[in-house]
C-alpha cells in the first residue's frame, strides 16, 4: 500500500476532477502501474455517504465508490478504523486536527505508515506526511 486517500482526494478521483493536485495523481498512477494499492479509511466511506444523504456530493457517489471497491484488483482498498489506529490518534493533538473525521484518517495514515493524499492544511502541518 503506498498512501491513504483523504474523502475529498477520493471524491475528486472517482471523478477525474482537476483539483486534484498533479503530485496526488502521479502516486494514484504510480499505484496503478505497479499493481500496489491506495487505502481509504472506512470512516471515509462513512462520510461519503453522509455527504451524499446531504446532497452536498453527487447522488451516485457512494454507488460509484462501492463498484471501485469491488472490482478485481482493485487500486482502492479499505483500511478499518481499529483499535491501533484510535491509539495513533493519541499522536495527532486535537489542537492540531480538531475534526474528528480528519484526526481519525491522519491517525490511520500514521498507524499504516504511509502518506495521506489530502490538501488539508491542518493535517499538512501536523505530525502525518502528506502529499498534495
Known amino acids: 500500500m503506498l ?5 475529498h482526494a477520493l ?15 502521479d502516486m ?3 499505484a496503478a502501474s505497479s499493481s ?8 471515509t466511506l462513512a462520510e461519503i455517504l453522509y455527504l451524499q444523504e446531504k446532497e452536498r456530493i453527487p447522488s451516485e457517489t457512494f454507488n460509484r465508490l462501492v463498484e471501485a471497491l469491488e472490482t ?6 479499505v483500511a478499518p478504523v481499529t483499535l491501533a489506529v484510535v491509539i495513533a490518534m493519541q499522536n495527532i493533538p486535537r489542537t492540531e486536527v ?6 481519525v484518517i491522519a491517525a490511520t495514515a500514521l498507524h499504516l505508515g504511509v ?6 492544511r491542518k493535517i499538512a502541518v501536523s505530525r502525518v506526511s502528506t502529499i498534495w
Request: with cysteine; net charge neutral; glycine share 0%.
Open 115 to 120: 502518506p495521506l493524499i489530502s490538501r488539508d
Open 98 to 103: 480538531p475534526d474528528l473525521p480528519d484526526r
Open 11 to 25: 471524491i475528486w478521483y472517482l471523478y477525474d476532477d482537476p483539483r486534484l493536485s498533479k503530485k496526488a495523481r
Open 72 to 77: 478485481r484488483n482493485s487500486l482502492l482498498v
Open 36 to 43: 500496489d494499492q491506495i487505502a481509504c479509511s472506512a470512516l
Open 3 to 7: 498512501a491513504l486517500l483523504d474523502t
Open 28 to 30: 494514484l498512477e504510480k
